[in-house]
Nanobody
Framework: EVQLVESGGGLVQPGGSLRLSCVAS????????MTWVRQAPGKGLEWVST????????DYADSVKGRFTISRDNAENTLYLQLNSLKIEDTAMYYC????????RGQGTQVTVSP
């Protein structure tokens, strides 16, 4: 059974930073590209970033490019998302998943950016 457990969210002021983590189990993590998506209140899922299985290739939504950094530790079965220069519009529930459909996403971790 695929399990993805996100953590690291919280309340932060605009311009602040957070580091999200996602611990994976139930599949061969090192063989799988991984993705972060988010869902703001009242909105649909929004793709944020994807990283290749080996971590050499990354892709970002224009809205987060230059501010967020995706990374992974295949030895620890863990995916990360470093969030810098946070904006109010980054407020959302953040999920990790194996692809953009996010059908197997975890319970999510809440990021709230507020003055």
């Amino acid at each position: 059974e695929v399990q993805l457990v996100e953590s690291g969210g919280g309340l932060v002021q605009p311009g602040g930073s957070l580091r999200l983590s996602c611990v994976a189990s139930g599949f061969t993590f090192s063989y799988s590209a991984m993705t972060w998506v988010r869902q703001a209140p009242g909105k649909g899922l929004e793709w944020v970033s994807t990283i290749s299985s080996g971590g050499h290739y990354t892709d970002y939504a224009d809205s987060v490019k230059g501010r967020f950094t995706i990374s992974r530790d295949n030895a620890e079965n863990t995916l990360y998302l470093q969030l810098n220069s946070l904006k109010i519009e980054d407020t959302a529930m953040y999920y990790c998943a194996r692809d953009r459909s996010a059908l197997d996403r975890g319970q999510g971790t809440q990021v709230t950016v507020s003055p």
